[in-house]
């Protein structure tokens, strides 16, 4: 069965991004993926330096997530765009999953993966800036991301007080690129 890493770049509590993230792995699901979402905030990784692995190692929750990736087939990210670019969380992470320990193979967590990105924000133009530079980085890290991608404008007018989405053709959209993201998966398998 394929299996799926969803998250958003977001840790705050009510982020748009997660619930974005949530739709496109009820998409992923129904075309048959095993898929786990995660909160980055809850690894809590300490800002990655160079110091802090020499001194203490590779941290838990850093191998933690590392590991989740490396047993993945794809990833399902939506991230918000802080800047033009994503947030600290976000690299932070792919930076503390990219780090090698033992015999592990070198961006093993990366490498022959395949992603599908998501961009959300209140803003009027959904945070697609933050796609060109998401999509380079992992790109970069050996993993390859769908050319179909999505950014949701007004994001918070997308979803009710209960975090269920309320516009049907985005729901459709954000379902069939969870899709999409696994029938790829599977062409790749066979
Ligand atoms: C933002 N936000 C934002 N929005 C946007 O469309 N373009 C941008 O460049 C930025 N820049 C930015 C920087 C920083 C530091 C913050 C904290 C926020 C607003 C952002 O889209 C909004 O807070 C979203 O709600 C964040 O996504 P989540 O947390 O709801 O998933």
């Known amino acids: 069965m394929i299996k799926i890493v969803a998250f958003a770049g977001s840790g705050r509590r009510d982020s748009v991004n997660k619930k974005v993230v949530k739709v496109a792995a009820e998409g992923a699901r129904e075309a048959g993926a095993e898929v786990t979402i995660v909160n980055l905030e809850d690894y809590d990784m300490p800002i990655f330096t160079e110091d802090l692995e020499a001194e203490k190692g590779m941290h838990e929750g850093g191998q933690r997530f590392k590991e989740l990736l490396m047993e993945s087939d794809g990833f399902l990210i939506a ?3 802080y800047n033009s670019a994503y947030s600290a969380l976000f690299k932070n992470a792919i ?3 990219s780090r090698k320990v033992g015999d592990e193979k070198p ?4 490498k022959g993966k395949v992603a599908a990105i998501m961009a959300a924000s209140p803003g009027a133009l959904g945070g697609m800036r933050v796609l060109v530079p998401l999509r380079m980085l992992m790109e970069n ?5 769908l050319p179909t991608q999505k950014s949701v404008p007004k994001a918070f007018e997308k979803f009710d007080e209960n975090g269920n989405i309320t516009d049907e053709k985005l729901d ?16 790749l398998k066979s």
């Open 141 to 145: 890290l050996g993993t390859m991301v």
């Open 95 to 97: 930076d503390w999953a």
């Open 79 to 81: 991230s918000p765009e």
């Open 107 to 110: 961006l093993a967590a990366y």
């Open 172 to 187: 459709a959209a954000l379902k069939n690129l969870g899709r999409e993201l696994v029938d790829t998966l599977n062409k």
